[in-house]
């Protein structure tokens, strides 16, 4: 019996499949937004038909999710990588300013972060019914963070670990958000450098943080190991998608 050029699609075969209509999602959010896009646009940008588009992803929602969950992905490995070069990288001003810099450079997290909210609301919908699990785990490590830095003495120990978590997220959405509001206003903003340096400033202050050398020694592999446990979480959920079996 001869099988069908399907049944014989290698599992490489299906993630890479699975890359290009990412890689097609992302470039049509970017340019589009989530409202204006349909499974038909992306299935004919990525060189496929439309069931094939449904096979990976149900929904266009879950789409949008999972090509949002690899930007961030890529994200956190890019901290990972920086935390790795020296035990300082570890401090939460200097994850807020790798943070900072890596959205500057991804068109989508700007999209999505700075120019878009109603796409990070449809985003945030989904992963709380799509990808809960996943979600309540990334933000669990980012409370064992703070955890480990406040144990270790590397920032203010009278506030709790999740007040301290509280102060660094809303910190960095703040400096994501605000700028296009003022220049909607016509309102002079700082430079994306200089934006950077004010929220590390900003960070740096109001966790208390400390550079003692012996605690960031301590603290450094066991906070790289937690970081890179939540990159290699999230990819495997995106690997769930990207190697789906169903055909």
Known sequence: MVQSARSRRSPQARAERADRILDAAADLMVVLGPAKITIEDVARRAGVGKGTVYLHFPTKEVLFLVVLMRTQAETAARIVRVMGEDPVQILP????????????DSPLLQKVFMADTGMLGTVSETAAAEGGEVTDQRLNDLEAYFHLLREHGLVR???????LFHIFGTTITGFLMYPPLLESQGRNVPTRERRTQLAADALSRSLGETDDPEALSTAWPQVVGLFDN???RVRAEIDRYRNVRRE
Do not use: C, I
């Open 93 to 104: 001003s200097r994850v807020g300013a790798t943070s900072l810099e890596a959205f500057g």
């Open 230 to 232: 939540t990159v290699q």
């Open 157 to 163: 120990t009278d506030l709790a670990r999740e007040e």
